[in-house]
């Protein structure tokens, strides 16, 4: 395969474009640096590169793409949104449907705000807690990513209930101290924090399942302790719906009987279009403005063409049997993987949850994030850029997921798996 012209492409970006991104995930930094693939079309499964190479996508944006690329209803939907005004600047009647129909499939969403992405729904929904609670400080778990909010941007690892230190400069050291940062799956580490500041928390933000440091479970009992001591101490409990929202049927709201009081959307609630949305119960979500007094606002937020866009993509997915296909297909994935990986020796780990899933390279268990920063990324840097090789497109960081679409067809999947045997032969003699 030749890469010639998403390098000229992505030296000229550089020019331009700092980095040559537009978000820094999408460079090559985490598997040993080089271009990444400039790509200029997408249809269904597939991405088309600017050298005409086709890959089956399992990045799927990050997410969003579950209904697989330019699909055609979401199209439709999209063109008669902006043929009839992209931007009213008033309520519009898409909204409303829209989120009537997010709380039909997610009750807990007694009262919504859309806002355009989720770094936006997780920094407000912080905001609505602190308002309600009148408390500042954030309880996270290392690892669990929120957005790119001054808040949340706060290195994991720190321990066991220690405060925050800045994950990015530019982050003022007084607003990484108002966040405590502790293990995931971990309650001791949790009872600790909560033991030293009993009455400080505003709220916990949580992924329920994680998709942030690879796809991890909370094990059983685990969101249960978070809620049980959420609610002993005054804190609010929030969930980060971004990843998991609707890709997992109704979200991981639906894991187990723990109920968040509020609760941040995005990625798939827009189709592939620009969205983020939260909500939850209705005596919080009363602080917002107009209502109340915590400000919020957004110039593009509700904008017809993203709510048009998610409410077709809702419609895709509730095709009898979608979420079915999308976890046999993950399923059949994993049991492919497995297999290469043991006929060549290679030391490995595969967390799937429906129809999401991590290689780790190492045979330790990931249940935290620093099982998953134990594992090996020069290994699978190099994985990746064999399955690159082969056509097949895979988030370029060991800490992410491979995401199944409905535009997965078997003969893709078994495409993938032959690609993904002779990837491992090929790491394996390295
Ligand atoms: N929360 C979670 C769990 C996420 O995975 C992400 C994005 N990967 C965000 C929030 C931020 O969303 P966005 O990139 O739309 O701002």
Known sequence: MVFEQSEVWHERAKHVIIGGVNSPSRSFKAVGGGSPITMKQAQGAYLYDVDGNRYIDYLAAYGPIIAGHAHPHIVEQVHAAMAAGSLLGTPTPWETLFAERLQTAIPELERIRFVNSGTEAMMSVIRVARAYTGRSKILKFAGCYHGHSDPVLVAAGSGPSSLGTPDSAGVPASIAHEVVTVPYNDVPSLEAAFATR????????????????????????????????????????????????????????????????????????????????????QAIMEQVSPLGPAYQAGTLAG????????????????????????????????????????????????????????????????????????????????????????????????FEAWFTTVAHTDEDIAQTLDAVRESMREVSQL
């Not at 909370?218 to 002993?232: I, S, Y």
């Not at 249940?367 to 988030?395: E, P, Q, W």
Request: a neutral charge; aromatic letters at 10%.
């Open 198 to 281: 009993p009455t400080e928390f505003a709220c916990v933000l949580i992924e329920p399942v994680v998709g942030n440091f690879g796809i991890v479970t909370p094990e059983p009992g685990f969101l249960e302790a978070v809620r049980q001591l959420a609610t002993k101490h005054g804190a609010l409990l929030i969930y980060d719906e971004v990843i998991t929202a609707f890709r997992f049927r109704f979200g991981a709201v639906k894991y187990n009987s723990v109920q968040p009081d509020l609760m941040a959307l995005g990625k798939i609630i827009g189709g592939g279009l620009p969205i983020g949305a939260y909500g939850g119960k």
């Open 303 to 398: 904008n017809p063409a993203s709510i048009r866009a998610g409410m077709a993509c809702l419609d895709v997915l509730e095709t009898p049997g979608t979420y079915e296909q999308l976890e046999r297909h993950a399923q059949t994935l994993e049991a492919g993987i497995h297999a290469s990986a043991n006929e060549f020796g290679i030391p490995h780990t595969i967390n799937r949850y429906g129809g999401a899933l991590t290689l780790f390279f190492g045979d330790t268990p990931v249940r935290s994030y620093k099982d998953a920063v134990a594992t090996d990324g020069n290994l699978f840097a190099a994985f990746f850029h064999a399955m690159l090789r082969r056509g097949i497109c895979l988030a370029p960081s060991k």
